[in-house]
């Protein structure tokens, strides 16, 4: 109708490359990753999307909204490269090489974002709170498939691939480890990234590991 006005803060499509609301849902992800929750506020999220303060309130009725958001956007971006590299070509041990090295050259560990969500947790629902560790957990669930697939074929012997994919995890958390100032303790991360995955096939027994080499 000739002469309407539109909502305060809604974006004119025709003026975006991409839509607004993943403009904003990227710019606050990369302002969380880098600056932690608290920190962060929506005035922030406009300008690095460059769009107005009304705009972000009109896709994310507040901070916590937007943080669940992002937080989908940084593990839909996780699972979809693990994906990718998990369907390359090669062994099981080759293709996680691959991930360590992708996971250990990242410049912000897991342990970030544990501390992020602590921070949030004050602002989130129960049921936000249960999405954002759903969408954590798909990622896990890629490893898990992964290693439940080469278990079948033989290709590892694992009693319990679950446990075999949540100790890849967990020694990619090692890798990831920093010193009280903050720098990583493993600054090599190809080199690391080889020693984690030589851990995780042969464990530290010599013996056993040159018999399973």
Not at 3 to 30: C, E, F, H, M, W
Not at 38 to 59: D, I, L, N, Q, S
Not at 123 to 132: G, K, N, R, V
Request: with cysteine.
């Amino acid at each position: 109708m000739a002469g309407a006005k539109r909502p305060p803060g809604r974006p004119r499509l025709a003026d975006l490359s991409v839509p607004t609301d993943v403009s904003i849902i990227t710019a606050a992800a990369n302002l969380f990753m880098d600056m932690g929750y608290r920190a962060v506020t929506m005035e922030m999220v406009a300008e690095a999307a460059g769009v107005t303060k009304a705009a972000v309130y009109y896709h994310f009725s507040d901070k916590a909204t937007l943080f669940v958001a992002a937080a989908h956007h940084v593990f839909d971006r996780a699972r979809s490269a693990t994906e990718r590299l998990l369907a390359q070509p090669g062994s099981l041990r080759t293709r996680l090489l691959e991930i360590a090295k992708v996971i250990l050259a990242l410049p912000r560990p897991f342990t970030e974002f544990d501390a992020m969500m602590h921070e949030a947790t004050l602002d989130l629902s129960p049921e936000q709170i249960t999405d954002i560790h759903a969408q954590e957990r798909s990622v896990d669930e890629v490893i898990e498939q992964a290693c439940f697939t080469a278990a079948q074929r033989g290709e590892i012997r694992a009693p319990d691939p679950m446990l075999a994919a949540h100790g890849f995890l967990a020694l990619l958390r090692v890798g990831q480890a920093r010193d009280e100032e903050g720098n990583p303790r493993f600054p090599d991360t190809l080199r690391t990234a080889d020693v984690l995955i030589d851990m995780l096939w042969g464990g530290i027994d010599v013996e056993r590991a040159a018999q399973q080499r």
